[in-house]
């Protein structure tokens, strides 16, 4: 029996590798020893940070300086992937660093929650790779929409994602994956930023191709995501739901089995002629 096409599991190192290239390969190697299918990095410059930033400028600027990936880091992790067998991904935050990205002949990019509605981010990257990954989060429906329409005509996946950390499982709002369906995207993941595994499970009943979660070895580690990330043995539960899920999902319109055949043969007309 066919089943239907395989969810992605992506796994988001963000900045819990804290900028240490042992680490990072490290979870690299994890994340490839527990099943997931590609292992995503943040190409962020901390020279790029806005100064009309609304936040703590110069804490967030120390912390993207410590974790910011060097062109000469990007070469490395890409071949670390390779040697585990587990592709690599990257969120680009910055139009300068388009060029950069499209020369490590990635044909498939990240677009943060953040960069949803950034028109002439968009434009360029739809120029420099086949497919688009965006995740919308903090944006509101008619924003969405603008975006869906600009890219139409592209490949691109849409996540759904709650731009909260973490998310409350009564606030994962996974209907909103229906909700993008129904605005003529083909196709749509989850970006999941919930404690735990509960969410992802259900979201993967639901149609979608991705699933997104951040990795981290060890929850008392240093770094602002590293309390709300999935370890790896939870990501090996959630690689193992998914193909159990795939299965039970089976195909939309199946054949019917031997065995119901089987049945048919005896228990159609056992209460007499009822046509």
Request: net charge neutral; proline share 1%; charged share 25%.
């Amino acid at each position: 029996m066919s089943y239907n096409k395989k969810i992605k599991i992506i796994a988001d190192l963000s900045s819990n590798h804290m900028g240490d290239i042992g680490l990072a390969k490290l979870m690299i190697q994890k994340a490839a020893a527990a099943g997931v299918d590609c292992v995503k990095v943040q190409s962020w410059q901390a020279d790029k940070l806005s100064k009309s930033f609304k936040g703590d400028y110069i804490s967030t600027y120390e912390r993207h300086k410590k974790t910011q990936l060097s062109d000469e880091n990007h070469f490395e992790l890409i071949g670390w992937c390779k040697k585990n067998n587990i592709e690599f991904l990257t969120t680009c935050f910055d139009i300068d660093r388009i060029d950069f990205l499209a020369s490590l002949g990635l044909k498939t990019i990240k677009v943060a929650s953040s960069d949803c509605t950034s028109t002439t981010l968009l434009k360029k990257l739809m120029n420099n790779f086949e497919t688009i990954l965006v995740s919308t989060g903090m944006t509101h429906s008619e924003e969405i929409r603008k975006t869906i329409k600009l890219l139409k005509g592209h490949d691109f996946i849409m996540l759904h994602c709650m731009s909260i950390y973490p998310t409350p499982l009564n606030q994962c709002n996974l209907n909103r994956i229906n909700w993008l369906k129904k605005q003529g995207v083909k196709r749509v993941g989850f970006s999941d930023h919930s404690l735990g595994i509960e969410a992802t499970m259900a979201a993967m009943t639901m149609g979608i191709e991705i699933i997104e979660k951040h990795l981290t070895l060890d929850r008392t580690l240093l770094g602002k995501d590293q309390q709300m990330s999935t370890t790896p043995d939870e990501f090996a539960k959630i690689c193992q739901w998914r193909d159990l899920c795939q299965q039970m999902l089976g195909d939309e319109n199946p054949s019917l089995s031997e065995d119901e055949i089987n049945l048919r043969s005896i228990y159609v007309g056992k209460w007499g002629d009822n046509e």
